[in-house]
């Protein structure tokens, strides 16, 4: 069975104070890995798309790199609007059902 | 730009009643889907439809749920018999085809079973 493991569960920064979250999976034949953010009462917003091992892509303050056995999403300067819920997700198997993490919650504090 | 859309963004109903949950996808979008997201939990995959037929399902998706697309542009999931445990808050998503593509979801539709 496909798992997904995001860490950690909450992430508490400063303003400005760069970090990274992680998602690490066990899953047979990756499809794809999938970023998402979710603010409270809303639904998942898509961030970024990863397909094969040592592809990154970049948006704003987000970076996101994927390795074999795992994702990360790096924040550069992070300001109080990228507080959020940031979930992972992958694409495996010949199905297209999406398997989530549990996500990261993120507060930027001034 | 584009977005999905769902409707009602709230819905209370009594146990042992019907609901039906209403999606509108991307317009040039082929797949469908339904997930859900129990307060505090993961999102979890219902069901995905693609030309007029169920795709794939979960093993929640039991017989108790159905989902239809009544016309060219609404997509619906119905949950014939309630049960307080299927209080969730519901995505409905689409993608243009479903192999590698995005899936881009809506707002949510909170279902509250009481």
């Known amino acids: 069975e496909d798992q997904v493991t995001q860490s950690p569960e909450a992430l508490r920064l400063q303003e400005g104070e760069s970090s990274s979250l992680n998602c690490s999976y066990t899953v047979s034949g990756l499809r794809g890995l999938f970023w998402y953010r979710q603010d409270p009462g809303k639904g998942p917003e898509f961030l970024f798309t990863l397909y094969s091992a040592g592809e990154e892509k970049e948006k704003e303050r987000l970076k996101a790199t994927l390795t074999k056995k795992e994702s990360f999403l790096h924040i550069t300067a992070p300001k109080p609007e990228d507080s959020a819920t940031y979930l992972c997700?992958?694409?495996?198997?010949?199905?297209?059902?999406?398997?989530f993490g549990t996500g990261t919650q993120l507060k930027v504090e001034l | 730009e584009p977005e999905v859309t769902q409707t009602p963004s709230h819905q209370v109903t009594q146990m042992g009643q019907e609901v039906i949950l209403r999606c509108v996808p991307i317009?040039?979008?082929?797949?469908f889907y339904w997930y859900r997201q129990i307060l505090g939990q993961k999102v979890e995959f219902l069901v995905s439809f693609y030309n007029n037929e169920i795709s794939e399902k979960s093993e929640i998706f039991d017989d108790q749920f159905s989902v239809e697309r009544p016309d060219g542009s609404n997509f619906t999931l119905k949950i014939r018999s309630t049960k307080l445990e299927d209080s969730a808050m519901y995505f409905c998503a689409s993608s243009t085809w479903g192999r590698k593509e995005t899936q881009y979801f809506g707002p949510g539709t909170r279902l509250l079973v009481l």
């Open positions: 997700a992958v694409l495996t198997g010949g199905g297209n059902k999406l398997t």
């Open positions: 317009s040039n979008h082929l797949y």
